[in-house]
């Protein structure tokens, strides 16, 4: 399997949750023309507790896997509450996948996109599959919100690592640079394109092997 773009695990770690806060809310808003219900309401409550925990763990070297446990208790105490939360399991999703626990992760952020196939929570599935090496469900993923949001960059990108790690360079890189094209300054997409171009610049000055085809 090929993973381009590649950082120090704690790096990684950091910058993810300094962005879970802004993917965990937008999981949490009521689809489109409806309002939260009671039951959703309390158990939305109950979700920014255990992201306030998720949070807090993060800014411990190394994570405080003891206050992340405790958040995955508060998320299952408010799926009880509600148990069509999608937020509380995107949340649950990033929360095993702090623990290493990339199998339990991808039920996770499956079922968030069962209850709401939003484009945001089919981009956090094909995540997972990736960093779990299954780009064929990773693709699937990133098609999936594609139907949803065909100008969703990070989904293109998303599309275009699966791509890869399927063996399919010349299409990966199409999607490269198509996220690129919907937003100029999504650094990711470059770098993937960037380290792809020179892979492929390394493997052609190669030179051939006596009796190679």
């Known amino acids: 399997m090929i993973r381009l773009v590649t950082v120090a695990a704690r790096r990684w770690m950091l910058a993810v949750i300094m962005g879970a806060a802004i993917v965990m809310a937008a999981a949490a808003m009521p689809l489109e023309g409806s309002q939260p219900s009671g039951a959703r309401a309390r158990s939305d409550k109950i979700v920014a507790q255990a992201e306030a925990l998720i949070m807090q763990a993060g800014r411990s070297d ?59 929570n089919f981009k956090e599935l094909a995540d997972i599959y990736l960093r779990v090496g299954n780009p064929d469900d990773a ?44 937003d100029p300054g999504f650094a990711v997409a470059r770098d993937n394109l960037r380290a792809l171009n020179e892979r492929a610049a390394r493997h052609a000055s190669k030179p051939t092997q006596p009796g190679s085809h």
Do not use: W
């Open 62 to 120: 190394p994570v405080d896997t003891a206050k992340v446990r405790r958040a995955i208790a508060s998320l299952h105490d408010a799926l009880g509450v509600d148990s069509r939360n999608d937020s509380a399991y995107v949340d649950l999703g990033f929360c095993y996948g702090l623990l290493h626990d990339g199998s339990t992760a991808a039920d996770m952020y499956a079922k968030a996109t069962q209850i709401n196939p939003s484009p945001a």
């Open 139 to 182: 693709l699937m993923a990133a098609n999936a919100g594609l139907v949803k949001d065909p100008n969703n960059a990070k989904l293109h990108n998303a599309k275009g690592m699966a791509l890869l790690d399927l063996g399919r360079p010349d299409e990966a890189e199409a999607e490269f640079r198509k996220a690129i094209q919907l």
